[in-house]
């Protein structure tokens, strides 16, 4: 009977964070996969061109799989909050992949992104650390973390990132909520910031920021949520 009774409690516990909004993975009463919907996934990806090899690639079932290993990510302190996280996430992650069309950077083999300094993450000479995945995740000491992290030796396999949908959008909750998630409550803009902001911010690339800002508002307004300020950087 004690026994019973102690389960019964866990699960009203449970059932009262759920709508308080308190377990992870949950938004006050809503799970993440009830906000980012297949109709809500759809609507990125189906902008991508037939040809591109991202549209056989990036699948919601993927980024849910992911979300299993961050369930912490659209998880903050109030459902708007948690909904416009969610909303920065997709907009970077639909301007960095081109609505998901692409898996790797255009022409990235043949760019340099080993930091030879990094002595924890050290580069395998017969790897490249271009671009790829959901937030195009580049470096040595990027794909050596978040290797850390997820539990896969991804500096001498860093191609894993373009061939394994759960693992690529992995190293896309990683990125975020190591580099990103800090920063969230000051707004987008700083989001931007700490995504691209050395090439982008103080006038580098004002086009990227505003395309940038363009899809957060969009799917702010489609979650039904206020952008917030500070949105460019």
Not at 73 to 100: P, Q
Not at 189 to 218: D, F, H, K, L, P
Request: proline share 3%; glycine share 10%.
């Amino acid at each position: 009977m004690v026994a019973l009774s102690v389960k019964k409690n866990l699960l009203i516990l449970v059932l009262v964070g759920i709508l308080a909004g308190f377990v992870p993975g949950y938004v006050k009463g809503q799970s993440v996969a009830d906000i980012v919907t297949q109709d809500f996934f759809n609507g990125i990806i189906n902008q991508a061109d037939a040809s591109c090899a991202g549209k056989n690639f990036y699948t919601r079932a993927g980024f849910l799989d992911a979300l299993n290993s961050y369930n912490q990510f659209g998880n903050l302190g109030s459902a708007d909050d948690s909904k416009r996280e969610i909303a920065a996430f997709f907009a970077h992650v639909t301007h960095e992949t081109g609505h998901f069309c692409y898996i790797e950077e255009i022409n990235g083999a043949s760019q340099d992104y080993c930091d030879e300094t990094n002595t924890q993450y050290p580069c395998n000479p017969n790897k490249k650390y271009f671009g790829r995945g959901p937030l195009q995740l580049t470096w040595n000491y990027n794909y050596g973390a978040a290797g850390t992290s997820i539990g896969i030796d991804l500096l001498n396999s860093p191609e894993t990132v373009a061939t394994d949908v759960t693992v690529s959008f992995k190293t896309a909750l990683w990125f975020w909520m190591t580099n990103v998630r800090p920063v969230v409550s000051q707004g987008f803009g700083a989001t931007i910031r700490a995504i691209n902001g050395a090439i982008e911010c103080n006038g580098g690339n004002s086009g990227a920021v505003q395309a940038r800002v363009q899809y957060y508002t969009q799917y702010c307004n489609q979650l039904g949520v206020a952008p917030g300020d500070n949105l460019t950087c």
